[in-house]
């Protein structure tokens, strides 16, 4: 046999045979853009450990949702900051319709009827201790069922206010299962449920925190949250949420748990979801800005290996800029 019979640079010397060959792809329907949303008006302001990410007014996201629509991502995933004297620790505010989330998801789907509305549901921004869910202070618990209620009352008034999906981001146990009964009983049977289903206690949710001003005020978030070191319990996890009546599984963080993203992808037949989360977009544009790595590259790479790794949708703070990267670089990308 001649030396070497199957030569692997043939399917790499050119673009167009790169192109054709290439098993993963990025589109802008991939992508689902998070939006911050704080009180006030004309208010863009960034966010220091996100650099090119902001927090808007409500009148200032139209601008930028505009922007978004005009591009082809159609679907933002909306988180509030909410004012001090509006967190408590019984988690009411967040159900509230008249609250910030509530008013934002009614003025969005009136301007953009067409675009995905997910929001998240946890009780973080309305917490006067920064947790996911209501605390228990005397044995510095966070207390499972009662938070469940808290956020069922959240997730009604949410769609209810006209959101599409609901996100739950807390991690206490059940809480997808009582969602989906919620919303069968209630006339909302047709919504859908994003599951953070393996969701684990990472240190990369800092400049989120920093965005919202949303770090817990005791402890940290271990009782709730997965333990990194765990694989198969974030399959166990996903199975639960599957069995709830989870519409969606998302694994997050992204970078750090593509193992996971494999697995979920290979459990279940549900369509899963990445979360690049804020530590890893700040990670890339922190090196980026000292020169010492390139940033569209590092962000496509990092984008390609969620769609490797098995995730069919992804979140993450690049929604714009990889969009933009796309249209003006198609079809040599
Ligand atoms: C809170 C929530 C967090 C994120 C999304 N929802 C932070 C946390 O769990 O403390 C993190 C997102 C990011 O870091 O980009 N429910």
New binding site residues.
């Given amino acids: 046999m001649a030396f070497p019979n199957q030569r692997k640079r043939i399917n790499r010397a050119s673009h167009a045979i790169r192109n054709l060959v290439a098993e993963t792809t990025l589109h802008p329907h991939d992508f689902v853009a ?1 939006i911050f949303i704080q009180g006030g008006t004309d208010i863009k302001s960034e966010i220091p450990s996100m650099p090119g990410y902001f927090r808007y007014s409500l009148d200032r996201v139209m601008t930028e949702i505009q922007e978004l629509v005009a591009l082809g991502i159609q679907s933002v995933l909306l ?1 509030i900051k909410e004012d001090d004297d509006k967190k408590d620790n019984t988690g009411a505010y967040a159900a509230n319709p008249n609250g910030l989330m509530q008013q934002a998801i009614r003025a969005i789907k009136a301007q953009f009827p067409e675009l995905l509305v997910m929001t ?1 549901v ?1 009780l ?1 921004p309305y917490s006067s201790y920064g947790h ?1 869910g209501i605390v228990d202070i005397e044995k510095e618990e966070i207390v499972n069922d009662a938070s469940v209620k808290a956020l069922v009352k959240m997730a009604l008034s949410h769609v209810e206010a006209g959101a599409d999906w609901v996100a739950p ?2 991690m206490m146990d059940g809480r997808i299962g009582a969602i989906r009964d919620a919303f069968n009983t209630n006339g909302y049977a047709h919504k859908g449920i994003l599951a953070f289903s393996a969701k684990y206690a990472s240190a ?2 800092g ?3 920093d965005a919202l001003d ?1 770090a817990p005020g005791f402890g940290n ?1 271990k009782t709730y ?1 997965m333990d990194p070191r765990n694989r198969k319990e974030g399959i166990n996890e996903a199975y639960l949420d599957e069995g709830e009546g989870a519409d969606m599984l998302m694994v997050k963080p992204g970078s750090f748990y593509l193992d996971v993203v494999r697995d979920l992808s290979e459990a279940s037949n549900l369509p899963i979801a990445v ?1 690049q ?3 890893e977009y700040a990670m890339i544009k922190a090196a980026s800005e000292k020169g010492w790595l390139n940033e569209q590259d590092i962000m496509m790479e990092s984008l390609i290996a969620f769609k490797r790794a098995g995730a069919k949708i992804i979140l993450t703070y690049f929604a714009k800029e990889v969009t933009k990267h796309l249209i003006k670089n198609y079809p040599n990308s």
């Fill in positions: 998070p988180f998240d946890a973080d996911d981001s807390d990369l949710y400049p989120f925190r949303s978030k949250q979360y989360v804020s530590g």
